[in-house]
T-cell receptor, first 116, second 117 residues
């Protein structure tokens, strides 16, 4: 199976702009999570989507939003970009067939966002 | 919410030596603890995970131990090789209820492991 893919891989924006990042999960995976990775803060959870619904949300401002489509592909949007939003944005997918066990999350290669 | 502390932040060992990375967590409800390896410029990859119903798990040169009472878990790498050099992240999560998981991973800040030939 193909792995998790993310587009674009690199993005340069200026302050005040908005950006949309895309994530295609492994085929059959139903859950998609998004993380922000920076040298100072490490990997921080943004939100998780399952069956087109946001199930979990991290501690990020409302400028960060996302959605999931019926084919499990997900997008995240950041509006009114700030310099501090420069980071590697990773998405991860997991199977989530149900039950009480947490399924392994498989990460995509990430989108490197630079805000000037 | 959950808070995960990871130590040390950097670790340098000689090839063939063992390496140990330790993490503590704050939420007693957490019961899933994965470890990820991230090589420079690459995505994090799961190397081993442990659930709260076991105290130790081993996979070849890698082992993880969990002490739920003390709320800490550790990664042990034996016979280290230069290709083990990477950043290692621990994480903690509360498992979901039946019918579908409902969780988020809280990561430690990472440990840069350097294995010197």
């Amino acid at each position: 199976k193909a792995g998790v893919t993310q587009t674009p891989r690199y993005l340069i924006k200026t302050r005040g702009q908005q950006v949309t990042l895309s994530c295609s999960p492994i085929s059959g995976h139903r859950s998609v999570s998004w993380y922000q990775q920076t040298p100072g803060q490490g990997l921080q959870f943004l939100f998780e989507y399952f069956s087109e619904t946001q199930r979990n949300k991290g501690n990020f401002p409302g400028r960060f939003s996302g959605r999931q489509f019926s084919n499990s592909r997900s997008e995240m949007n950041v509006s009114t970009l700030e310099l501090g939003d420069s980071a590697l944005y990773l998405c991860a997918s997991s199977l989530e067939l149900g039950g009480a066990s947490t399924d392994t999350q498989y990460f995509g290669p990430g989108t490197r966002l630079t805000v000037l | 919410g959950e808070n995960v502390e990871q130590h040390p932040s950097t670790l340098s060992v000689q090839e063939g030596d063992s390496a140990v990375i330790k993490c503590t967590y704050s939420d007693s409800a957490s019961n899933y603890f994965p470890w990820y390896k991230q090589e420079l410029g690459k995505r994090p990859q799961l190397i081993i995970d442990i659930r709260s119903n076991v105290g130790e798990k081993k996979d070849q040169r890698i082992a993880v131990t969990l002490n739920k009472t003390a709320k800490h878990f550790s990664l042990h790498i034996t016979e280290t090789q230069p290709e083990d050099s990477a950043v290692y992240f621990c994480a903690a999560s509360e498992e979901g209820n039946s019918g579908g998981s409902n969780y988020k991973l809280t990561f430690g800040k990472g440990t840069l492991l350097t294995v010197n030939p």
